[in-house]
């Protein structure tokens, strides 16, 4: 069948299926002409649309999308040995859609939805939810204001994330990328237990089965998977899965956010999504573009993140939005959000290729992780000077505002002179001064993987540090210090940090860090 043209497949087809019965139902019928690689070539279908779900014989589903004058291309969901050329195809008339539930939480799924934890199914009342919806307008979304809090210091003084935000997590491989994801739900845990989940929903895109499993290994003990949901695509499963696994994860998210929640959504990693998108686009024959991707890329990222948004708290109004399914449509309340932490891996820490340059234009800043600062000891190893949020500070609470400030600035500066002092050129006090307060500040910015801090413990420590109250000690006690005065403010001074966390800084709390910073740090004077 494959030395046929494509051209000459309907004439013969026509040819040998003279029976007109069965000629009119090839608009809701087909039959497979060729199929290899997850992708089937039926002719037929005369009435399907694209993205149509389709069945076939075995009762495997498939998805169109691709449709040519004389036949359709279908991309299997699953894996399927039993499909042959002449095999009968039939329409199914709906679209990609999941099931959604609250009793998805602390489960591992698959794209289609279905448990794959060996915890049995799903109970519960189950919502059907798009795959592929329009992100709300810009009428429905309330601007980003209300911080996500990661638990990592560095983040949440000088890279604040919103709910509602998009903030991207690039670098090369094993810098941390994941780490940073991972902490930040592990971190939902303060608001889980004061009864103000935000949901999260952890999609792994072509990923080994070990690592997932390691990932709920840690969540579990964490007690994390209370509030958490992973949609698994291993890179075992047909790239299809890989294609889709993101918009299930950002269906579920969206359930969340439609009924009046914060949600967040971590995309581990895009660019692996984009090499299997790449890899369906050259089996159906689409054209390649640059580096080999097909023209659309950019779109498949672009409709998936502009759906992470903070809805307007009006319940009436939120009811309007675009395409909200008839599932949930009595149930939709305003002031949800849906927050993306999407990772894309790059090469050589070349941010200027395709796929990172195309999500760097979609995201509202991004985490640039570095493999010489990971290797140098400094982690998380974020540079920075190129890493940015573009909510900035109306997405942190008003005591870390106030003390954080200069901090990025500072380090900026900071880094300036390091690179200019290895000259070995003589260096005058003032230079040597800011020099020791970076060295301070990076020590005190470096955190073990997850472990993330409580928002009052970091405005604490790093108040500390942007006042530069640590000069006179050794620099390999900061660590020390920072854990015995957090450990001071907890035991004598709780309604210091009850304060900060509700984002109240005035003079009599920063005497008080001060005094307690200066009394603890005599004992660490070199």
Do not use: W
């Amino acid at each position: 069948m494959s030395d046929i043209k494509y051209s000459e497949i309907s004439s013969i087809l026509k040819k040998e299926l003279s029976d007109f019965q069965f000629e009119s139902k090839l608009s809701e019928f087909g039959i497979i002409v060729q199929i290899g690689d997850g992708v089937v070539r039926s002719f037929g279908l005369n009435s399907a649309f694209y993205g149509e779900l389709v069945e076939f014989p075995d009762e495997t589903k498939g998805m169109v999308l691709n449709l040519e004058e004389d036949h359709v291309s279908i991309v299997l969901l699953s894996l399927s040995k039993n499909l042959k050329e002449g095999d009968i195809v039939k329409r199914t008339g709906k679209i990609f859609s999941i099931n959604v539930g609250e009793n998805m939480l602390g489960r591992i799924v698959d794209t289609l939805g279905n448990p794959i934890d060996g915890k049995g199914p799903i109970k519960g009342k189950l919502f059907e939810m798009p795959l592929e919806r329009k992100a709300p307008g810009v009428i429905y979304r309330e601007p980003v204001k209300e911080p996500l809090q990661t638990g990592i210091k560095f983040i949440d003084s000088m890279i604040p994330i919103g709910r509602g935000q998009r903030e991207l997590i690039i670098g090369d491989r094993q810098t941390g990328k994941t780490t940073i994801a991972i902490d930040t739900i592990i971190n939902q845990k303060r608001f889980f237990e004061k009864n103000e989940p935000v949901y999260c929903i952890y999609v792994a895109i072509s990923q080994k089965g070990s690592t997932i499993a390691r990932i709920s290994k840690i969540l579990e003990e964490k007690g994390a998977m209370s509030y958490t949901i992973i949609v698994s695509a291993t890179s075992s499963d047909p790239v299809s899965m890989q294609i889709f696994a993101p918009f299930s994860g950002t269906a579920i998210g969206e359930y969340f956010r439609d009924t009046g929640r914060p949600s967040l959504v971590v995309y581990d990693d895009l660019s692996k999504q984009a090499v299997s998108y790449r890899e369906i686009s050259l089996l159906l024959r689409r054209p390649p573009g640059r580096e080999a991707y097909p023209g659309d890329v950019f779109y498949l990222h672009s409709r998936l993140l502009e759906r992470s948004a903070k809805i307007i708290k009006d319940q009436e109004m939120a009811k309007n939005m675009n395409d909200i399914p008839l599932s949930i449509k009595n149930q939709i309340k305003g002031g949800g959000s849906l927050t993306a932490l999407p990772i894309i891996e790059t090469q050589s820490g070349d941010i200027s290729s395709y796929i990172p340059t195309n999500v760097i234009s979609i995201t509202d800043g991004q985490i640039f992780l570095e493999k010489d600062l990971f290797h140098s000891g400094i982690r998380p190893a974020i540079n920075e000077s190129i890493s940015v949020s573009r909510v900035g500070g109306s997405a942190q609470i008003q005591s870390m505002r106030k003390i954080s400030g200069t901090l990025k600035l500072d380090q900026a500066q900071f880094k300036e002179l390091e690179s200019f002092s290895k000259f070995g050129s003589e260096l005058d006090s003032s230079t040597m001064d800011i020099l020791r307060k970076g060295k301070i500040n990076t020590e005190i910015l470096k955190q073990n993987p997850h472990d993330p801090y409580d928002i009052a413990d970091q405005i604490a420590i790093i108040y500390v540090g942007t006042k530069n109250l640590l000069k006179k000690i050794s620099i390999d006690k900061v660590s020390n210090f920072e854990k015995e005065y957090i450990f001071y403010l907890k035991e004598k001074h709780e309604n210091v940090l009850i304060s900060l966390r509700n984002g109240i800084f005035d003079e009599k709390i920063s005497e008080i860090l001060e005094t307690v910073a200066l009394e603890l740090s005599d004992k660490y004077i070199t």
